[in-house]
């Protein structure tokens, strides 16, 4: 499964931001979905992600209630909208594809990975 993420930018704090990941998986409509993020020093770590139902999401504390994950299986499309921003969120964002069905939040559930898209929040 190849993944391609973007929508990375420059945004001011408070702003908002909409990444999108493309993937080319077949199986995609049945695969769980993710995005994390790895700041500058700091380990990768889990933003949020939704199973084959759209209703089966989960979140870091530190974004629940700012980001929203979403996903399109018509267009083989996951998605995360990034509203409210703060200079902490500054990171390169990844998104990933599970071989499981449902959200999850381990690195080691997810077999495929994006490159990667940077997100600079200026405060």
């Known amino acids: 499964v190849q993944l391609q993420a973007s929508g990375g930018g420059l945004v001011q704090a408070g702003g908002s931001l909409r990444l999108s990941c493309a993937s080319s998986?077949?199986?995609?409509?049945?695969?769980?979905m993710g995005w994390f993020r790895q700041a500058p020093g700091k380990e990768r770590e889990f933003v949020a992600a939704?199973?084959?139902?759209?209703?089966?999401?989960d979140y870091a504390d530190s974004v629940r209630g700012r980001l929203t994950i979403s996903r399109d299986n018509a267009k083989k499309m996951v998605y995360l909208q990034m509203n409210s921003l703060k200079p902490e969120d500054t990171a390169v964002y990844y998104c990933a594809a599970s071989v499981f069905s449902r959200a999850l939040r381990s690195e080691a559930d997810f077999r495929s990975w994006g490159q990667g898209t940077l997100v600079t929040v200026s405060s």
């Open positions: 998986g077949r199986t995609f409509s049945r695969d769980g």
């Open positions: 939704i199973g084959r139902s759209a209703g089966d999401t």
